[in-house]
T-cell receptor
Framework: NAGVTQTPKFQVLKTGQSMTLQCAQDMNHEYMSWYRQDPGMGLRLIHYSVGAGITDQGEVPNGYNVSRSTTEDFPLRLLSAAPSQTSVYFCASHGTGRAKNIQYFGAGTRLSVL | SQQGEEDPQALSIQEGENATMNCSYK?????LQWYRQNSGRGLVHLIL?????REKHSGRLRVTLDTSKKSSSLLITASRAADTASYFC????????????FGKGTKLSVKP
């Protein structure tokens, strides 16, 4: 069982470059989220989706775009990377039901913006 | 911020000792969860306690919840070197989307 798969694992960008962080889950979860983790800051929610075609902003959405065309995939786009976006990015998914918001995390993407 | 806050920020103990981490939050919750993160890895869910529960056990883990004090504790008994990790509490404030608010974590080091 793959669970939540993130690619790439590492990425170095120059300021102003764009890129897409990929996230895929094979658990048929409706809910997917993107977080960033910075030292001493815990995890902060960037964007989330409650189903295909539906996305919304989290706590720190500026500089990031998302879309959800399928249940499985939830890519995160950086349109013009800035050094402040240097961070570790985690994708997570969760299902519905009694334990609906137990989240399953990918291994993360470590991004450096120079 | 509605963020949960863990205490202490870092904890260093010897193998075999118990480790206790605390989490405080600010508003009422549906449930509170604890996650573990090994260095360089994603978070892994450990245990969920609902607002109407006071204590829950899972193996060597014991979680308590005091909604009157808006606090929770995670106890790891008979710790092992493999328990070395960061531990996060996450609170569900009841939004329909099921989003969690994560604390900043406690970094636990268990020395052999």
């Amino acid at each position: 069982n793959a669970g939540v798969t993130q690619t790439p694992k590492f990425q170095v960008l120059k300021t102003g470059q764009s890129m897409t962080l990929q996230c895929a889950q094979d658990m048929n979860h409706e809910y997917m989220s993107w977080y960033r983790q910075d030292p001493g800051m815990g995890l902060r929610l960037i964007h989330y989706s409650v189903g295909a075609g539906i996305t919304d902003q989290g706590e720190v959405p500026n500089g990031y775009n998302v879309s959800r065309s399928t249940t499985e995939d939830f890519p995160l786009r950086l349109l013009s990377a800035a050094p402040s976006q240097t961070s570790v990015y985690f994708c997570a998914s969760h299902g519905t039901g009694r334990a609906k918001n137990i989240q399953y995390f990918g291994a993360g993407t470590r991004l450096s913006v120079l | 911020s509605q963020q949960g806050e863990e205490d202490p920020q870092a904890l260093s103990i010897q193998e075999g000792e118990n480790a206790t981490m605390n989490c405080s939050y600010k508003t009422s919750i549906n449930n509170l969860q604890w996650y573990r993160q090994n260095s360089g890895r994603g978070l892994v869910h450990l245990i969920l306690i609902r607002s109407n529960e006071r204590e829950k056990h899972s193996g060597r883990l014991r979680v308590t919840l005091d909604t009157s004090k808006k606090s929770s504790s995670l106890l790891i008994t008979a710790s092992r070197a493999a328990d070395t990790a960061s531990y996060f509490c996450a609170t569900d404030f009841g939004g329909s989307q099921g989003n969690l608010i994560f604390g900043k974590g406690t970094k636990l080091s268990v020395k052999p």
